[in-house]
Every structure is written in C-alpha cells, then in structure tokens.
C-alpha cells in the first residue's frame, strides 16, 4: 500500500478544495481555528476519558498546549485580517470518521480506537496544510507570509499523528495497530470521496 508522504492517507484532497479554500480563504480561516480549538479539546479529552491509562496525559498536555498556540496564532491573524471568528460548526467529517473508527468491536478497542480517530483527523489536517501552503505559494507576498505558516503548521500536525500512532503502540501490538491504520486510510478515503467539498478544513 502507498501512503501519502508519510501520512496513513491513500488519497489526496480532491483539487477543487483548494481552489474554493483561496476563493473564501477567511472562511476556511475560520473553520480552522475552531479545528485548532477541538484538536485541544480533544487532547484533553483523552486524559478525562481514560483515566486509567497515565502515559497519555504527558503527551496530551503538550498536545494540548500546542494546539492551543495554534489556536492563538489563527485568531491573531483573523483580528489582523478583521474577520470575527464566529461561532463553531458541528464537525461532520470528524464525526463519521468516529463512526467508521470506534464501531464496536471492530478496531482496537476503546483507547486504540480514539488514539487511531485522532491519528487520522491529525493526518488529514497536516495534508490540508500542505495542499494550502502549496496553493498560497505565489506572487503576492500576504499568501507568501500564509504559505509558510500553514508549512510550519503542516510540520506540526505531522508529529502529531505520529504522537497519535505511538501511544496506539503502547497499548496494543505494533502490528495489530499497522493493520488498522491500513484498514482505516482505505475507509477514510471513501469518507473522502464523498464528503462534500466545502470552504472549511475538513
Ligand atoms: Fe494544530
Ligand atoms: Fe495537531
């Protein structure tokens, strides 16, 4: 199987998302910020839901912390750009990928199957970055400035699904959780397929 370079993804986002990402690019702002937010909620998320396993709550304190300066970041340049940030919108993609990844009884158990859901939105969110920083990436100097955020931020979420994959590691046999990954990239994929392509990060 072939991953995407070094992401557990088996298909690209599709090329009309970034082109409706630079036509409402302070949408797509917007949405990421709160994704920023979630992505620190959901690293806490994981220290109150599983409160017997200790060895996650170093790593999602630091998760969290660092998600939360990227949520600084992304507002700060929302107030620069005079966008409100606006309320957040339920997550959809998110929310079939727990679906599909937490069914019970068909992945790695409870923590496995969280570490794998957040692996996956990490992964997703990094070849977003990537695919923006990329299409940022030309004359005028403002896009220029973004590109390379949104390159730093794909770095980020890039360490973070591996974060995610590692401590999937700990609690289950590495081979058991590499299965899984390749079972779920193919099921992201369809998610993919059929998601609607919209001015939002997911
Ligand atoms: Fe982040
Ligand atoms: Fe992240």
Known sequence: MSFLNGLPLVC??????ASLALEQLDE????????????????????????DHDFLSRP???L????????????????????????????????????????????????GDHLILNAFVEAR???????LAAALDGDDSDERDLARFYQRLAEAESRHW?????????????????RRIEEVAHLEA?????????????
């Open 12 to 17: 690209e986002t599709p090329q009309e998302w």
């Open 28 to 51: 797509v702002l917007r949405d990421h910020a709160w994704c920023e937010f979630k992505a620190a909620s959901a690293g806490l998320g994981m220290i109150a839901r599983f409160p």
């Open 60 to 62: 999602m304190i630091a």
């Open 64 to 111: 969290a912390q660092e998600e939360l300066l990227h949520f600084r970041q992304v507002t700060d340049l929302l107030r620069e750009r005079g966008v409100a940030l606006g309320a957040p919108k339920p997550d959809e993609y998110v929310r079939r990928l727990r679906t599909v990844v937490c069914a019970k009884g068909q992945g790695l158990g409870d923590v």
């Open 125 to 131: 969110s990094c070849e977003r970055f990537r695919v």
């Open 162 to 178: 591996e974060t995610f994959r590692d401590l999937a590691m700990e609690v289950c046999a590495p081979d058991q959780v590499r």
């Open 190 to 202: 369809d998610l993919i397929a059929q998601h609607p392509i919209e001015a939002r990060m997911h």
